[in-house]
């Protein structure tokens, strides 16, 4: 088959033929992989959310309410239930102040506001500097967010020692550790101010 | 030129990282280890396969002058068609590739060998030259991928094999730098041998 003209019925031709052959496999492709990607959303929220409070028996994602920080926006905040009794609450916080900007957060806190724990969900920090506030220590080689664990914010100021706080930032990351207490603190003012404590 | 020469000159002879020097950018960002870096050559593989069958299909169909649009068309689909696919199978990968796979659109590669080879080439030879360039491109991101990772995590594939913490540097984008320039250099030497 020779090839066709550069008319412009050619072109306008060729090119619709393409964009609806495209908008096809892209509506199929769509359709088949919307479910899997809803629930891999879905999956790593309950595993982070999993990560930071008590065992609980209800889905937190159904029971998921907001609560405004006070700065012209609000956190979610998702409650852990077993059976009746609320053992804790998981709250998504964020700060724009990383060394990268945006970090985001899951902190967990019993509901008389101890910190239970801390998962870092999103964050663009420098690799081996930054990036040390989110693994999971052992009692034996705790990391830089066991230091949270067990703490209450009325008595713990989550400042690091160069702000004369209590916190041990880490070593050459001392923005880093700054922003996550900012995020920390956003989320403990969130819960304290919606009188959940 | 025949089918095996034509597959394997994507490797050392006319590797598209190493000796031309195309898709760079994802090249230097995505290779901090070894599974990334492969992760991103074989997301690229199938969009040079998908593209290349496509383009030289379709060559006697599209008039030259709006061939640009229709290329990239063409591969725009196939982009998507990765993004969602490793976006709802291999969450983890997707997310530390993160913007470099919707931006496989603008690889180099990619339009370069519809432009050169596909549109003016049998369908079969296409496929060939999609696969070569395609494994080629993952070989070199593997190997640098790899080269980071040992050195920038004392790591290779997720397993560490010394305590503690390897050459930053080489974790970041310096080190893409300096590693992929000594690649260039060996390819170069074999190249003239």
Not at chain 1, 129 to 142: A, R, Y
Not at chain 2, 50 to 79: C, E, H, Q
Request: proline share 5%.
């Amino acid at each position: 088959m020779a090839k066709i003209q550069s008319s412009l019925k050619n072109m306008v031709l060729s090119l619709t033929l393409i964009s609806v052959g495209a908008s096809a496999a892209l509506g199929f492709v769509y359709e088949m992989t919307k479910g899997p990607i809803e629930l891999t959303a879905l999956n790593k929220k309950l595993d982070a959310i999993k990560q930071v409070v008590p065992e609980f028996t209800n889905n937190p994602n159904d029971d998921m309410f907001m609560l405004p920080t006070g700065e012209g926006d609000s956190l979610e905040v998702y409650p852990a239930r077993s059976g009746e009794e609320v053992v804790g609450y998981a709250v998504r916080s964020y700060t724009n102040n990383g060394f990268s900007g945006y970090i985001s957060f899951m902190v967990g806190f019993l509901p008389d506001g101890t910190i239970y724990n801390i998962s870092v969900l999103e964050h663009k920090e420098t690799p081996g500097l930054g990036t040390k506030m989110v693994p999971e220590g052992t009692p034996e080689k705790p990391e830089f967010k066991d230091q949270f664990k067990g703490k209450h914010p009325a008595d713990f100021p989550l400042k690091v020692r160069k702000d004369g706080g209590p916190v041990d930032a880490i070593t050459a990351a001392t923005i880093s550790s700054r922003a996550f207490c900012e995020g920390v603190q956003r989320a403990y003012n969130t819960f304290e101010k919606g009188g959940m404590k | 030129m025949n089918q095996v020469q034509n597959f394997s000159k994507g490797f050392i002879k006319e590797n598209p990282i190493l000796v031309m020097v195309l898709g760079a950018c994802p090249a230097l960002a995505t290779t901090s280890s070894m599974i990334n870096g492969l992760g991103m050559g074989l997301a690229t593989t199938f969009v040079l396969l998908g593209s290349n069958t496509v383009v030289s299909l379709m060559k006697n169909l599209i008039p030259d002058k709006v061939r640009i649009p229709a290329f990239i068309v063409v591969i725009a689909t196939f982009v998507t068609i990765v993004d969602l696919v490793m976006n709802a199978y291999v969450p983890s990968l997707y997310e530390s590739l993160g913007i470099f796979i919707p931006l496989i659109v603008v690889n180099c590669i990619v339009l370069g060998r519809a432009e050169a080879f596909a549109s003016k080439n049998t369908v079969w030879s296409s496929v060939v030259d999609g696969a070569g360039m395609g494994l080629g491109f993952t070989a070199a991101l593997g190997v640098l991928g790899a080269i980071r990772e040992i050195l920038g995590s004392g790591a290779i594939g997720g397993f560490k094999f010394i305590s503690g913490d390897g050459i930053l540097v080489f974790i970041l984008a310096p080190g893409a730098f300096i590693a992929l320039g000594y690649m260039i250099a060996i390819v170069k030497k074999i190249n003239k041998a």
